[in-house]
Every structure is written in structure tokens, then in C-alpha cells.
Nanobody, 133 residues
Framework: EVQLVESGGGLVPPGGSLRLSCIVS????????IGWFRQAPGKEREGTLC????????DVADSVKGRFFISSDSAKNTVYLQMNSLKPEDSGVYYC??????????????????????????WGKGTLVTVSS
């Protein structure tokens, strides 16, 4: 069974940093695209960055370029999202998701609801990030 479990969310002041972790199980780390998506209250879910194995996709959301970075540790079956220079508009629930078949070069598009055409197959439950003073 494929499982993804996020952790590391919390309250951080503007300009601060936070690192999210996603522990994955039930599938081969190198065979799936794993992405970080986020959803602010009242807004659609958006993709930020994706990785497959240790290769980072070139598809990066403009809103996080130069501030957020994705990495992986295959020995720990963990994908990380390092978030720097955080802004209040970065607040929301952050989800880790995985899929075998999505287009790696446009992976951030797959933030739709599970079961829809543009959605990753497997989702974690999310972790809440709040950027506020």
C-alpha cells in the first residue's frame, strides 16, 4: 500500500524558514514522481516542486522560485521541502503526493482532486503551515 506522511508544519514569522518532510512507503522511490502541493483557504491547490529519485523537475511554481527547494533521501524514504524567506501568502496546508505516470516536466499541474484527470494518484493528509507575526 502506498503511503505518504507529511510532518514539519507549524507557525513561523515572515522571513523565517521551515523544512517539511514526507516519509513514503509502499513503492520504489525512483519509479514515482513525488511532489509538494499546497492549498490556502478558499483557493485551489497548487503545485510547487517535484522530484523523481534524486532528480528535481524543472517545473517550479513562480511563487516559490529561489525560496523553496526539494530534495530526497532514499535511505530514509523521505522527500523534503525546504522553505526559506517565508511570506504570509505561503500559509496553507502542504501536501505530499506521488504518481508513476504524470509528466515530470509539468508535474506541478497535477494538484487536482483525487480521481480527476490532473491529479496525482496518491496523497498524504497534509501538514499546516502558518506564516504570521
Amino acid at each position: 500500500e502506498v503511503q505518504l506522511v507529511e510532518s514539519g508544519g507549524g507557525l513561523v514569522p515572515p522571513g523565517g524558514s521551515l523544512r517539511l518532510s514526507c516519509i513514503v512507503s509502499g513503492f520504489s522511490f525512483d519509479d514515482y514522481v513525488i511532489g509538494w502541493f499546497r492549498q490556502a483557504p478558499g483557493k485551489e491547490r497548487e503545485g510547487t516542486l517535484c522530484i523523481r529519485g534524486s532528480t528535481v523537475s524543472s517545473d517550479v511554481a513562480d511563487s516559490v522560485k529561489g525560496r523553496f527547494f526539494i530534495s530526497s533521501d532514499s535511505a530514509k524514504n523521505t522527500v523534503y521541502l525546504q522553505m526559506n524567506s517565508l511570506k504570509p501568502e505561503d500559509s496553507g496546508v502542504y501536501y505530499c503526493a506521488a504518481d508513476r505516470r504524470v509528466n515530470f516536466r509539468s508535474c506541478t499541474l497535477y494538484g487536482g482532486s483525487p480521481g480527476t484527470l490532473y491529479s496525482m494518484d496518491h496523497w498524504g493528509k497534509g501538514t499546516l503551515v502558518t506564516v504570521s507575526s
